[in-house]
């Protein structure tokens, strides 16, 4: 059984910055993808990022491509999602979540997910 641990939330104003970390433990053998979902109150869990070994491929949501960088750390099984540009309808709960892979991302469909994080919460002020 697949854990994960997140951190790095917080609140911040429009325009600022915070950085999400996820560890995964138990995670035998690596590979497989590691991403980011989100959730605002009365809205779909929404896929926002998400990294797979292998190929190295890389999907990115369009409400966050070219403010959000994901990155991964496949010695410590952990993966990053450094948030820049921070606009209000960014405030959700952020969840990290892991696969094997990368459709869930794709299809905006988080229900196939196995692994799922606590959350963190992320509150962006205008």
């Known amino acids: 059984q697949v854990h994960l641990v997140e951190s790095g939330g917080g609140s911040v104003q429009a325009g600022g910055s915070l950085k999400l970390s996820c560890a995964a433990s138990q995670y035998r053998g690596g590979g497989g993808c590691m991403g980011w979902f989100r959730q605002a109150p009365g809205t779909e869990r929404e896929g926002i990022a998400v990294?797979?070994?292998?190929?190295?491929?890389?999907f990115y949501a369009d409400s966050v491509k070219g403010r959000f960088t994901i990155s991964r750390d496949e010695d410590k099984h952990a993966v990053y999602l450094q948030m820049n540009s921070l606009k209000p309808e960014d405030t959700a709960m952020y969840y990290c979540a892991a696969d094997w892979h990368i459709e869930s991302w794709l299809n905006q469909d988080a229900r196939g997910i196995p692994y799922w994080g606590q959350g963190t919460q992320v509150t962006v002020s205008s």
């Open positions: 990294t797979c070994s292998g190929a190295g491929t890389t």
